[in-house]
């Protein structure tokens, strides 16, 4: 398997303009999660998803992000609009059961301008 | 106030040197998960802990449910486990919580 997969790796976008980050989780894994790491706040769970379905979404900072899993193999962490304090490293990671061993993607470096 | 503290913060070692972290938790948990990021970035599931202990490598993991309290050993480091390790709990409710990480670095 080629572990998780998140798209891009990098992006550099302008304060205002619409962000999506994606992910495919490792086939098979029920569980998939999407965290934030920054210098000041160290790694955060922002969601997660069971069998497609949000469970946990108390973790997400404001009204500006949404987060979607419209099936199995692929979801999506979008921002409108986006900030400069969003710059942070954006990891999606999944997982055969919900506190099972999690399988991290390479994370998306995003830089808000 | 953290759910989750570790200690050391920043961890220095010789080549060779047994090296342990501890993590303490104050919440009741299901699961207590040990990663390491490597300076890179990437993220590696170290071990996932409800009770006892585990093995793989030089690595070992210990979990005492009553005293809410792991450690991460590692007997004779190496360079290559520079790197800072993170202790992350689920907690009831399907919360997660993490330590603010331990940075550790291995001199040869």
């Known amino acids: 398997d080629a572990g998780v997969i998140q798209s891009p790796r990098h992006e550099v976008t302008e304060m205002g303009q619409e962000v999506t980050l994606r992910c495919k989780p490792i086939?098979?894994?029920?569980?998939l999660f999407w965290y934030r790491q920054t210098m000041m706040r160290g790694l955060e769970l922002l969601i997660y998803f069971n069998n497609n379905v949000p469970i946990d979404d108390s973790g997400m900072p404001e009204d500006r992000f949404s987060a979607k899993m419209p099936n199995a193999s692929f979801s999506t962490l979008k921002i409108q609009p986006s900030e400069p304090r969003d710059s942070a490293v954006y990891f999606c990671?999944?997982?055969?059961?919900?506190?099972?061993?999690?399988?991290f993607g390479p994370g998306t470096r995003l830089t808000v301008l | 106030k953290n759910e989750v503290e570790q200690s050391p913060q920043n961890l220095t070692a010789q080549e060779g040197e047994f090296i342990t972290i501890n993590c303490s938790y104050s919440?009741?948990?299901?699961?207590l998960h040990w990663l390491q990021q490597h300076p890179g970035g990437g993220i590696v599931s170290l071990f996932m802990?409800?009770?006892g202990k585990k093995k793989h490598g030089r690595l070992i993991a210990t979990i005492n449910i009553q005293e809410k309290h792991s450690s991460l050993h590692i007997t004779a480091s190496h360079p290559r486990d520079s790197a800072v390790y993170i202790c992350a709990v689920r907690g009831g409710g399907n919360q997660f919580y993490f330590g603010t990480g331990t940075s550790l670095t291995v001199i040869p």
């Open positions: 919440v009741g948990i299901s699961a």
């Open positions: 086939s098979g894994h029920d569980y």
């Open positions: 990671a999944s997982s055969q059961t919900g506190g099972g061993t999690q399988y």
């Open positions: 802990l409800s009770s």
